[in-house]
């Protein structure tokens, strides 16, 4: 919206609408085309900070992930570990029963 379309809306051209001879249509106007004239920049910096976000929380996703993917590496290894050392545990047990004499 402008100056010209309102007056090719009233039906005159567009240097009738003057702001010496109609000053407070003429401020109305421009009071009302200024925030609508902020807003394509307005959405661009909300499109660029939004990207900006989604940037870094997939930073954030993929470092968790990496996070993740270590921990659950460490407990795999852990309970393979752990599964050894009751098998080993089991071996030295049936070992010791077949050392273990009655003292009689």
């Known amino acids: 919206m402008s100056q010209n379309n309102v007056a090719k809306e009233a039906g005159c051209t567009a240097s ?4 010496e001879r ?11 085309v200024a925030p ?9 910096e909300r499109l ?3 990207e900006q ?5 997939l930073q954030e996703r993929a470092a968790l992930r990496d ?3 270590l921990q659950t590496s460490r407990v795999l ?3 393979a570990e752990t599964a050894e050392l009751k098998r080993q545990i089991k071996i030295l047990e049936s070992e010791l ?5 009655p003292l009689r």
């Open 67 to 69: 996070r993740y993917d």
């Open 97 to 101: 029963r077949g050392n273990i004499r």
């Open 48 to 50: 660029a900070h939004a």
């Open 36 to 44: 609508s004239a902020k807003a394509p920049n307005d959405l661009r």
């Open 22 to 32: 109609f000053p407070e249509l003429v401020k109305q106007i421009q009071d009302f």
């Open 53 to 57: 976000r989604n940037k870094l929380l």
């Open 77 to 79: 290894s852990l309970l």
């Open 16 to 19: 009738a609408l003057r702001k």
